[in-house]
């Protein structure tokens, strides 16, 4: 692979300086510049997808429609949203109200924070690299992009084109292998997106707990598949099947292996035969409809997972690493300690893991870390709820697979090993700010409320001071009870003063017109 295209290793302090600098300039104060930035970074999909599709289609031989249903649709749902929200989401909020404290107008309000690093990986590269660019921008921050050297055509094409249609000074592209990236990891961000493998996530947090810098990761695991014999078995063999093999199975909420009864084991297995056929009725190898893997590596070490199965292959197997193909693989009779059981495959192999009973096949996944997601296809209310309540992931999805990231208004997002913080939409946008408080207090709030904290303590003090704090929910049953002192004598001193302070005095005017808006 040519690396001809990499960020020199002598430029990336000075690309990181140029993003603080520009940050420091104050050019994302402006809500209608960052709607601006927003909308061009939209049309820099829009104008150029044949573009991404030819890039795409050279680093995995991905299908076009399948780069549109997982890289273009959502970044376009990511620019709508933030574009939309962005002044909803940056105003300013008053806090809850309190009475001990409402006169010092205490608000909040989400501010930037600052410079953010974005480190994507190769499967779905537009997605994984645009979408949190939108929610950075609206939250007024510099972004340093560093996309997969692996999918080397992406990634120069998002070079060329982010200088093209944003602020060159406030987002950049840095494009390299180990040594540009180690680099990288070694300068103070102020907030790191990481997309990728739990190894590398650990390098990736370390170098972050160096700087004291928030981090957010995503980092995918083994997605488990509970399949209900009462379920709709045609519906799940084709959903599951699309999950495993689109993208050549290259998707972090990928299925990775199901979990069947023993008996239901054929009669499944079977199902996922007559959809393979449906699917690719002349085979997959020279199928328009089928993508490819990102590397010989990659390759290889999947033929290898596949050649050291003690499973029963039931269709595909086939592999060429000089071609970068692994035919749609299906694997019946899979231990739980076989070699397909251990690793996330990240490859178009389904393992089908016989069981007794759901409480085995609950057992058999909370043995391991928890998934990015857990899928259930059953038509049983109780059989639903009794695995999601038994079991912890990042998301709990039912009679679907994969999609649960392209709703508006859902979180992806990990637990444990399979990473922390989200992706998409506002909860990405929190990712990336953070709450600032503030507050204003008047001088005659001392001389009414809060006198007692000044020295020298007195002994009413301490009854004013009690008097702040809140009541306490209701004693446990059984357990002895104290007696309640009386504080409605302070309280009355302060709603008076309070009040005589909002009527009389301009600034309690000017509160209330507060309290208004």
């Known amino acids: 692979m040519s690396t001809s295209f990499y960020t020199p290793i002598e430029d990336i302090p000075q690309i990181h300086q140029r993003a603080h600098d520009a940050y420091r300039s104050g050019k994302l104060k402006s809500i209608a510049y960052r709607k601006e930035q927003i909308a061009q970074l939209g049309y820099l999909l829009k104008d150029n997808e044949q573009r991404f599709c030819d890039a795409l289609k050279l680093d995995l031989g991905r299908p076009t429609q399948e780069t549109i249903f997982f890289d273009f649709s959502a970044v376009y749902i990511e620019v709508k949203t933030a574009y939309d929200n ?10 809850e109200f309190n009475l001990n404290f409402f006169a010092m107008g205490p608000r909040l309000r989400a501010e930037p924070k600052g410079v953010i690093l974005v480190i994507a990986p190769f499967n779905v590269p537009i997605f994984m690299l645009l979408s949190p660019l939108a929610s950075a921008i609206a939250g007024g921050n510099a972004v340093v992009l560093k996309p997969s050297e692996q999918a080397s055509a992406t990634a120069k094409l998002l070079a060329e084109l982010v200088a093209q249609y944003l602020d060159p000074d406030l987002f950049h592209v840095i494009n390299g292998g180990i040594p540009e990236t180690t680099k990288v990891l070694e300068l103070r961000w102020d907030h790191i997106l990481y997309t990728g493998n739990g190894r590398v996530g650990k390098i990736v947090a370390r170098a972050a707990a160096e700087h004291l810098t928030p981090l957010t990761l995503e980092l995918g695991g083994k997605n488990p598949v509970v399949v209900d014999p009462k379920c709709d078995l045609q519906t799940a063999a084709r959903r599951i099947l699309w999950g495993r093999v689109s993208n050549a199975g290259q998707i972090c909420l990928a299925p990775e292996y199901v979990l069947v009864p023993e008996h239901f084991q054929d009669k499944f297995v079977d199902a996922l035969q007559e959809v393979y056929r449906t699917f690719y009725p002349d085979g997959p190898r020279n199928s328009d409809s089928y993508c490819r893997i990102i590397s010989e590596a990659h390759t290889a070490r999947i033929k290898n997972l596949i050649d050291h199965t003690k499973g029963t292959i039931v269709f595909g197997g086939d592999a060429d690493v000089a071609e970068r193909y692994i035919a749609p693989t299906v694997v019946r009779d899979v231990r739980p300690d076989d070699p397909l059981m251990g690793e996330e495959i990240f490859g178009p192999v389904l393992s089908v893991v016989p069981v007794k009973d759901v409480e085995e096949a609950i057992s058999i996944i909370n043995e391991r870390d928890h998934p990015l997601a857990i899928y259930v296809f059953s038509q049983d209310k109780a059989f639903l709820n009794k695995v999601f309540d038994n079991t912890e992931s990042g998301s709990a999805v039912a009679n679907e697979t994969v999609i649960s990231c392209g709703v508006p208004g859902l979180p992806m997002g990990g637990l444990g090993a399979s990473g922390y913080g989200y992706y998409t939409g506002k909860h990405m946008f929190d990712e990336f700010t953070h709450i600032r ?81």
Do not use: C, M
């Open 437 to 517: 408080v503030s507050l204003d207090n008047p001088g005659w709030v001392d001389k009414i409320a809060l006198s007692f904290r000044f020295p020298p303590y007195k002994p009413e003090g301490e009854k004013q001071l009690r008097a702040l704090s809140p009541s306490l929910p209701p004693r446990p049953k059984g357990r002895k009870q104290a007696a309640n002192g009386k504080r409605w004598g302070f309280w009355l001193a302060f709603l008076l003063a309070g009040t005589s302070w909002i009527v009389l005095t301009e600034p309690g005017r000017r509160l209330v017109k507060q309290l208004k808006f």
């Open 86 to 95: 962005v002044e909803k989401w940056t105003r300013s909020q008053r806090a």
